[in-house]
């Protein structure tokens, strides 16, 4: 089988892959067109999101037998279309579940202890304890949206903490011993610390907005490690202003892009909401980078090529 590397990914996977007797190409650098040329050539393609495999990509792919996304979802695929095509499909939630676990508790920790507005302040010369008092863990009750991979590997990571750990799922029967599954009702009347752990869908797209936010009886946390467009950055700001919202770590936002500094390039082209949000000093925000460690880059890889090894080989 030949198979067409469209992103850079750790060298076991080309290694191991060659090692099984797969053939390997290595394309980084052309068009989407310029591949949509010659992808009938190959059986498989290893991808992370350098374009987006629609329709017409897959209908250019007449060999194609399966497509490896090395990450977590796959919500850059027509995934429907190429099921109907017979064409099999991997992704690597198990690889990077842990990173983005203990990234998630790194932000809400850091929030709680305003950690990143202190170490601005003494690196500017002041010090000041009570204007740093934090608030700790112990005995408050997290909120987990999306209970697969990524909200198992935080509710993991939450153990030892003393608090409560309830999530919210489409699916059925998801509990385990790290978290009790829960109605939205309850979510919204018990929840202090709120993580969203939910892929790209339909169903996510905006889902934390204005009304959303106002079903919570209490003022929480909001932490999102899981994908922008879920989240209002409008609504986001608001909220926070009027004290709904304590304050939020952000893995991802709603402007995010290939482009993502072209933002900052022209002030006056920035959405008012941004611009509102990267001054506000309860939000922390990382440039998506919550499943990007070290390991998680060798966890990824191996995950991808056993998952090919166990439908081909």
Same mark, same amino acid.
């Given at each position: /089988?030949?198979?067409?590397?469209?992103?850079?990914?750790?060298?076991?996977?080309?290694?191991?892959?060659?090692?099984?007797?797969?053939?390997?190409?290595?394309?980084?650098?052309?068009?989407?067109?310029?591949? !949509?040329?010659?992808?009938?050539?190959?059986?498989?393609?290893?991808?992370?999101?350098?374009?987006?495999?629609?329709?017409?990509?897959?209908?250019?792919?007449?060999?194609?037998?399966?497509?490896?996304?090395?990450? &977590?979802? #796959?919500?850059?695929?027509?995934?429907?279309?190429?099921?109907?095509?017979?064409?099999?499909?991997?992704? $690597?939630? !198990?690889?990077?579940?842990?990173?983005?676990?203990?990234? &998630?508790?790194?932000? #809400?920790?850091?929030?709680?202890?305003?950690?990143?507005? &202190?170490?601005?302040?003494?690196?500017?010369?002041?010090?000041?304890?009570?204007?740093?008092?934090?608030?700790?863990?112990?005995?408050? @009750?997290?909120?987990?949206?999306?209970?697969?991979?990524?909200?198992? %590997?935080? &509710?993991?990571?939450?153990?030892?903490?003393?608090?409560?750990?309830?999530?919210?799922?489409?699916?059925?029967?998801? !509990?385990?011993?790290?978290?009790?599954?829960?109605?939205?009702?309850?979510?919204?009347?018990?929840?202090?610390?709120?993580?969203?752990?939910? +892929?790209? @869908?339909?169903?996510?797209?905006? /889902?934390?907005?204005?009304?959303?936010?106002?079903?919570?009886?209490?003022?929480?946390?909001?932490?999102? @490690? $899981?994908?922008?467009?879920?989240?209002?950055?409008?609504?986001?700001?608001?909220?926070?202003?009027?004290?709904?919202?304590?304050? %939020?770590?952000?893995?991802?936002?709603?402007?995010?892009?290939?482009?993502?500094?072209?933002?900052?390039?022209? +002030?006056? $082209? /920035?959405?008012?909401?941004?611009?509102?949000?990267?001054?506000?000093?309860?939000?922390?925000?990382?440039?998506?980078?919550?499943?990007?460690?070290? !390991?998680?880059?060798?966890?990824?890889?191996?995950?991808?090529?056993?998952?090919?090894?166990?439908?081909?080989?």
């Amino acid at each position: /089988m030949l198979i067409l590397h469209l992103d850079h990914n750790h060298p076991l996977l080309i290694q191991q892959l060659n090692d099984l007797g797969f053939s390997n190409h290595e394309d980084y650098i052309s068009s989407k067109e310029e591949i !949509e040329s010659k992808i009938n050539q190959y059986d498989g393609i290893v991808i992370r999101s350098r374009f987006k495999i629609d329709k017409t990509f897959i209908d250019k792919a007449a060999n194609l037998k399966f497509i490896a996304r090395v990450g &977590a979802g #796959l919500e850059s695929i027509d995934i429907s279309y190429a099921q109907q095509k017979g064409i099999a499909l991997f992704a $690597a939630p !198990e690889g990077n579940r842990n990173a983005v676990g203990e990234h &998630a508790l790194g932000m #809400l920790l850091s929030l709680f202890n305003k950690l990143s507005i &202190a170490d601005a302040q003494v690196k500017n010369g002041q010090w000041l304890r009570e204007a740093n008092r934090g608030i700790e863990l112990d005995g408050k @009750t997290v909120g987990i949206i999306g209970y697969g991979n990524m909200g198992r %590997a935080f &509710a993991r990571k939450l153990r030892g903490f003393n608090v409560e750990v309830i999530c919210y799922d489409i699916k059925n029967d998801v !509990e385990n011993s790290d978290a009790t599954q829960v109605k939205l009702d309850e979510l919204f009347e018990k929840t202090d610390v709120l993580s969203l752990h939910t +892929p790209w @869908t339909p169903l996510t797209d905006k /889902m934390i907005n204005r009304d959303f936010i106002n079903r919570f009886q209490k003022p929480f946390w909001l932490i999102n @490690t $899981a994908r922008g467009k879920s989240v209002v950055t409008q609504d986001l700001v608001d909220a926070i202003t009027q004290g709904k919202i304590l304050g %939020a770590g952000l893995d991802v936002l709603e402007y995010e892009k290939l482009s993502f500094e072209s933002l900052f390039a022209d +002030p006056k $082209a /920035m959405p008012e909401a941004f611009k509102k949000l990267l001054s506000l000093d309860n939000v922390i925000l990382s440039p998506h980078v919550a499943g990007w460690t070290v !390991e998680s880059k060798e966890k990824l890889a191996q995950t991808i090529v056993d998952k090919i090894k166990s439908k081909f080989c």
